[in-house]
């Protein structure tokens, strides 16, 4: 299933093929390279790059880089990795930034027809200037200029010859307008800024608004697709295509942007966890970015099946993040081999096994999808299980390991648990069991029965390993508090222990199910010749129906 469901979008899109309105439809996504994308943006891009593909029409990748302050080409770099990554290919990659001199002659036709103007007015008046819902703006002296005297002080301004903030362009518009962003915006701004693509070529910049529909109608986009946000910016969007004398007309369209539970998503905040060292970087398995989620283990798939289901809508809502976690493991479920790890590891001595034997069982490699065949695991007299499998003093129906009981371990026989064995200060460092031959798995062993099943790791071939396992970073959200303060303290828990000896050819980014513990990743970052990283992807259940 690679497409979703109808959304308001493409009914426009179907009606605008039908009535020959457009050919072909042109889509774009339009990152701003001020940082690594992340959920969110994939909603935009599944929904820009299906579209797209579904009506065989064009997606551009756009670099919304009109302002230098922010912008590096570490993310420019990162943004693409990370659509190719999803599977997505663009067919034309451009650089808003290529087209200043085209926006700046677009500025020039505007103050030719007397719709621009400069002004001297700081920030500051022009903001009280502009009125407010209930009360129309007040116009500024520098409305009146003529036409010459506008052409000349914009031409002075991008010559440098004036100081950041000392002068802006606006469009004339109407200063009583109903809608604040028609209230003459500011199109044009100084800012003597080198910037990643162009240098020192120019000291004045675009405003977004201003530059966002020159970008799609030079482009020839059909249609330009946003958040919410831009709704009320769509009359100047409309306007600057009108008025700039563009060919091409581009229509905006919004729809919500994607909110999660548990998770901050504006850039500003993820780079202030990465630059405050809350996280180990962009691509930290705790962050939602798209970098964060590969390493976390998350699959491009599962990221692009939640953004179909969850769908396009035009209100706005918050999405419960364990939703996307429930298609990681339907995408892994039946993909992922599983295997044996203990995380915590306690000693086991079988004390009637023949010393220094080693027999090799069999075990389906996924018992749910027989064609991934068998795996051999190790058995023998020392065998590590989970610490937390055993009790001293169990609670009635603890159905696992306490002194006396007999238990099912997985893939191999019943073991009864006949001696503890303490150090000098109390700590339990050893169980002393027997087993039972005849209960070998696979030889239909039905005498008795025991309820409880274990995981375990032969000992003298366990492979060390890491395991790092994750709670959410982000502590559910109390508004009106910094989100700092929100961050969880323990988001992070790092374990010892042992996997099966075939794991010794696992690589970067392999996924596998532990029995009992969930699906795992390894991580690219931290694993090394000696020692293998496991990033726990998603535990095994959870209480998310959808
Ligand atoms: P942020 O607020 O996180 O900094 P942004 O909107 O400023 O994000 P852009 O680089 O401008 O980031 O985003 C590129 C595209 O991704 C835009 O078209 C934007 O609408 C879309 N987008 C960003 N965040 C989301 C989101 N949470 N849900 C859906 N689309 C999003
Ligand atoms: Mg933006
Ligand atoms: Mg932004």
Redesign the pocket.
């Known amino acids: 299933n690679t497409t979703s469901s109808s959304n308001f979008i493409k009914h426009i899109i179907k009606e605008d093929l039908a009535s020959g309105k457009h050919d072909e439809i042109v889509t774009r996504f ?3 390279p001020n940082g690594y994308l992340h959920i969110g943006h994939a909603k935009s891009i599944v929904l820009n790059f299906e579209l797209a593909y579904e009506f065989k029409g064009k997606i551009h990748l756009r670099f ?1 880089d009109t302002n230098p302050l922010k912008e590096d080409v570490e993310y420019v770099n990162s943004i693409k990795e990370d659509i190719e990554w999803l599977g997505y290919k663009w067919d034309a990659l451009h650089f808003a930034s290529n087209y200043f001199e085209e926006m700046y002659h677009r500025a020039v036709v505007l103050i030719k027809k007397g719709l621009a103007y400069v002004e001297d007015l700081s920030q500051e008046e022009i903001r009280a200037y502009r009125g407010t819902l209930t009360e129309p703006g007040k116009e500024s002296p520098a409305r009146s200029r003529t036409v010459e005297e506008n052409l000349d002080l914009f031409e002075r301004m991008r010559k440098g010859e004036f100081k950041n903030g000392e002068k802006v362009l606006r469009a004339k518009i109407d200063m009583s307008s109903p809608n604040i962003n028609m209230r003459d915006p500011v199109i044009y701004r100084i800012s003597h800024t080198e910037h990643h693509n162009t240098g020192d070529q120019w000291c004045i910049y675009p405003l ?1 608004s201003f530059a966002h529909p020159l970008e799609d109608a030079i482009e020839g986009v059909t249609h330009s697709i ?2 919410l946000e831009f709704e009320d910016q769509r009359p100047f969007y409309d306007w600057v295509v009108a008025n700039c004398d563009m060919d091409a007309e581009p229509r905006q369209y919004e729809f919500a942007r994607l909110n999660l539970t548990n998770t901050v998503m504006s850039k500003r905040k993820l780079k202030q966890l990465v630059d405050e060292n809350y996280v180990d970087g962009w691509d930290d398995p705790r962050m939602p970015t798209i970098s964060g989620l590969r390493r976390r283990g998350f699959t491009a798939d599962s990221i692009k099946q939640f953004c179909r289901e969850i769908g396009v809508a035009r209100a706005d809502n918050t999405v419960d993040v364990r939703m996307l976690e429930h298609f990681i493991r339907e995408d892994l479920k039946l993909k992922a081999p599983r295997t044996m790890s203990v995380l915590d590891p306690l000693k086991v001595v079988i004390t009637n096994y023949p010393e220094g034997e080693v027999e090799w069982l069999d075990a389906d490699i996924n018992p749910e999808n027989e064609e991934m065949g068998k795996r051999k695991i190790p058995f023998s007299r020392e065998i590590y299980i989970e610490r937390s499998d055993f009790m001293e003093n169990p609670p009635k129906k603890y159905f696992r390991l306490f002194p006396g009981s007999e238990v099912r371990l997985k893939h191999a026989y019943f073991i009864k648990c006949e001696e503890v064995v303490k150090d000098d200060a109390g700590n339990i460092v050893e169980l002393r069991c027997t087993y039972d031959p005849e209960t070998k798995s696979g030889t239909g062993f039905t005498g008795r029965k025991v309820k409880g099943t274990l995981h375990w790791v032969e000992a003298t071939h366990a492979k060390a390993a890491e395991f790092r396992l994750y709670d959410s970073l982000i502590l559910d959200e109390k508004s009106g508090h910094d989100f700092l303060e929100q961050v969880n303290p323990d988001s992070l828990t790092i374990a010892q222990g042992f996997v099966e000896p075939n794991m010794e050819e696992a690589k970067a980014n392999d996924k596998f199910q532990f029995f009992r513990h969930g699906y795992f990743n390894v991580d690219p970052k931290h694993t090394t010749e000696e020692k293998l990283v496991f990033n726990r992807i998603v535990e095994l259940k959870s209480s998310f129906k959808l």
């Open positions: 339009p990152p701003e919304d977004y946003c958040t």
